[in-house]
């Protein structure tokens, strides 16, 4: 009965409408087929954006490329994080320097373990109100990958060099 009284002040005050949005820099796409798994061939699509020196007016490509993407509150907040893309840790679950997983326990992993958690939450979530087949590829690639240190450790599609340097 609260849930379905929050849920009608939410529409009489169209506070989704009014929903922020940030630009947000995204550096890599993993590409992902419909069941899970990611893409032999091209696994990590990189983002870039063409950039005008202004002394010499040279155009050149620069790693990243902003992308509008909701602004949830509290997203700043230690052991959150943002919906659909954030930093390597957050969505792969894996140290972005050594490509080593982080824990899985909270109490042990900290804000990372949290942050990692809180991503994939948020997609289950969003499938659960929504069940778009997009969700449900990502959660099929999280149960596919994901699901222990095991797992993480042994991503084929990454490379810690690489992650570093993009530093996504």
């Known amino acids: 009965m609260i849930l379905q009284t929050l ?81 390597v840790e957050k969505v792969l679950g894996v140290d972005g320097k050594t490509g080593e997983p982080i824990l899985d326990e909270p109490s042990r992993g900290g804000n990372a373990t949290k942050a990692f958690l809180h991503f994939w939450q948020r997609i289950a979530d969003a499938h659960a109100a929504r069940g778009l087949p997009e969700l449900a590829a990502l959660l099929a690639f999280r149960d596919r990958y994901l699901v222990n240190a095991e797992g993480r450790r042994a991503l084929p599609f990454v490379e810690s060099s690489h992650l570093e340097r993009t530093g996504s």
């Open 7 to 87: 849920f009608q002040y939410a529409q009489e005050k169209k506070l989704v409408d009014s929903m922020e949005v940030k630009e947000r820099f995204v550096h890599l796409v993993l590409s992902l087929r419909k069941d899970g798994s990611v893409s032999e061939a091209a696994p990590w699509q990189v983002l870039t954006r063409d950039v005008e020196d202004p002394k010499t007016k040279a155009v050149k490509p620069e790693f990243g490329r902003a992308i509008k993407m909701p602004e949830f509150p509290g997203v700043n907040n230690g052991g959150r994080a943002n919906f659909l893309a954030d930093a």
